[in-house]
């Protein structure tokens, strides 16, 4: 989604797919600026904030900081490259970060 456009966050066919994803999993959807949603490592949202609670609201650090000390997902395994191998690594030009 383009991160400058605006987002619907209201049900319906403009709704954003983010805030159709978040408001289905929490059950609640923003109905002001500065809302906000914790999402855990693992992509899931953990819980929703509506836009009085200030950002540094006992509630919100503290579940903020237990989805920070979640442990990460494991890394995706690479794409496999015909016939089941995966795929090689590309390597860099001499001087040039991958």
Do not use: H, I, M
């Not at 690594?89 to 001499?94: I, L």
């Amino acid at each position: 989604f383009p991160v400058f456009a605006k987002g619907q966050t209201a049900p319906g066919p403009g709704q954003s797919p983010v805030y159709a994803y978040l408001g289905a999993a929490t059950g609640k959807l923003p109905g002001w600026n500065f809302c906000k949603y914790v999402v855990g490592r693992d992509g899931r949202p953990r819980g929703f904030f509506a836009s009085n609670v200030d950002p540094d609201d006992a509630a919100l650090v503290a579940l903020l900081e237990r989805a920070l000390a979640e442990p990460a997902p494991p890394a995706p395994a690479p794409p496999a490259a015909a016939g089941g191998e995966a795929a090689p690594k590309q390597e860099a030009p001499e001087g040039k970060a991958p």
